[in-house]
């Protein structure tokens, strides 16, 4: 039997618009604008002020917390200025200007040849490197768990529908992604490596078990199924270890980390490069010619979009449509986390309408933590915070199942959300 987690679905995976598509490389246009916060956590400080010349690597901002990272210029050319820009949520925050000479010189650190777990973490963190699935949290941070960790878990699962980034990563740099796993398997000095791979992903599978068979790799073939790149059902599938509720992948002596940021360990530990560009799908029927790029931070998506074409849409969103975030207009660009830019026709998008429940409990039945979405939206409505704490909603990774096969529609993941926001404000 194929290793998976309980409950989830099997939404349409829509994956054929660029699952055979080679990278390409983007190129920035004569202005790029870095956020200085693209991680969880505190923003970075900025460094630069107008007038300064910089290059592609050069530190622009420092992490200005435990929880932060640094933030690298993605091209070379001089410091316009600072401009206070929308960022996917729509949340003005400080962007670094920097015009594009078009040169690309680059600033690197250091090749480390053979690093201890020390320098490991070190680098990753002079790189900037955050979880590069989406999630963001800084890498050197994750690397310094308080117990002892037995199991590096690398997602290669891509269980969103749309992105393939990670996959042709699979398929274009396994080498490169094999080196990174091992620099993280010392860093954490971990007994056991695994790379989870949905079964719909055959070629990576082959791919990666070739080159991973005398490296201690463990390559595991996941069953096709959403969320299966959900930290917790990753851990499940593998391990068959369960995170405790409201505990890290630590408390069960894991740490998971996904392909593209292993890949960018790679980079940084044995090419001395920091963290400023990325692989990324731009896909769905709102865009003419859907690709898998190659892309520098600071491009507006907008850039990107009108590059690549686009026909009528009624969404954007960065990020897979499950989980990613709805974009109010395409004024936000590229970053470290950005795995994705979809564009959507009206037939892709499904209408949240907020009709009666009747009580049908699939929202209950595909949720992969077990959780009663249908009672904590009942009693958001009746504004009955005591009930709704009682159905955990702290638990609920966010992931969209319940939302999905509601027959009447109901907004279950914005009600759990706001759930857990005015939960987190009373306390
Ligand atoms: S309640 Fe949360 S975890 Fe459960 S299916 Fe809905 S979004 Fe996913
Ligand atoms: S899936 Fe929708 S209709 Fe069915 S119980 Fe859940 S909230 Fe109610």
């Known amino acids: 039997m194929k290793a998976t987690f309980r409950f989830g679905i099997h939404p349409k995976d829509r994956k054929e618009l660029t699952k055979d598509l080679p990278f390409e490389t983007m190129e920035a246009s004569d202005k790029v604008y ?10 970075s400080k900025p460094l630069v002020k107008k007038g300064d ?35 996917i949520s729509g949340k003005k925050i400080e962007h670094i200007v920097i015009k594009n000479d078009f040169n690309y010189e680059e600033e690197n650190m250091p090749i480390l040849q053979d690093p201890s777990s020390e320098e490991i973490i070190e680098r990753i963190k002079q790189a900037g490197i955050v979880g590069m699935g989406g999630a963001t949290f800084p890498t050197h941070v994750k690397l310094m768990p308080k117990n002892p960790v037995t199991h590096l878990i690398i997602n290669g699962a891509e269980c969103e529908p749309y992105i393939t980034a990670d996959y042709r990563l699979m398929l274009e740099k396994p080498q490169e992604i094999i080196e990174g796993i091992l620099l993280l398997k ?51 599938a593998i391990t068959k270890k369960v ?48 690709k898998n790029l190659y892309v520098r931070n600071g491009i507006p998506f907008e850039e990107i979009a009108s590059k690549l074409g686009t026909k ?46 009747i009580n049908c409990a699939r929202c209950h039945k595909s949720c992969p933590m077990n959780l009663m979405p249908m009672m904590i939206d009942s009693y958001m409505q009746k504004n009955n915070l005591d009930a709704v704490k009682a159905y955990d909603p702290d638990s609920c990774i966010e992931c969209g199942c319940c939302g999905y096969v509601c ?16 939960l987190k404000e009373r306390k």
């Not at 027959?407 to 005015?422: C, D, F, G, H, M």
């Open 312 to 357: 009528e849409f009624v969404k954007a969103v960065c990020g897979g449509p499950m989980m990613g975030i709805a974009l109010p207009n395409l004024n936000a660009v590229t970053t470290k986390g950005a795995s994705a830019l979809l564009l959507l026709t009206e037939e892709e998008v499904r209408h949240a309408e907020g009709l009666t429940c």
């Open 34 to 43: 870095i956020p200085v916060r693209q991680h969880i956590g505190a923003p």
């Open 186 to 236: 010392k860093a954490l000095k971990a007994n056991k490596a695994h790379i989870g791979i949905e079964d719909n992903k055959p070629q990576a599978i082959e791919t990666m078990t070739a080159l991973c068979q005398d490296k201690g790799i463990n390559v595991v073939s996941l069953k096709t199924k959403y969320p299966q790149g959900g930290e917790k059902q990753l851990i499940y």
């Open 407 to 422: 027959p009447a529609k109901i907004p279950l993941v914005q009600s759990i959300r706001l759930a857990k926001k005015l």
């Open 53 to 87: 010349k910089v290059k592609a690597g050069s530190l622009v901002a420092q992490a200005s917390g435990f929880v932060s990272a640094n933030i690298h210029s993605s091209v070379s050319g001089e410091v316009e200025g600072f401009e206070m820009r929308e960022d």
């Open 243 to 290: 995170v405790p509720k409201g505990g890290l992948p630590a408390d069960v002596g894991c740490v998971v980390s996904n392909v593209a940021t292993a890949f960018a360990v790679y980079e940084a530990v044995k090419k001395g490069k920091p963290s400023y560009a990325r692989f990324m799908t731009v896909s769905g029927k709102g865009i003419a010619a859907p």
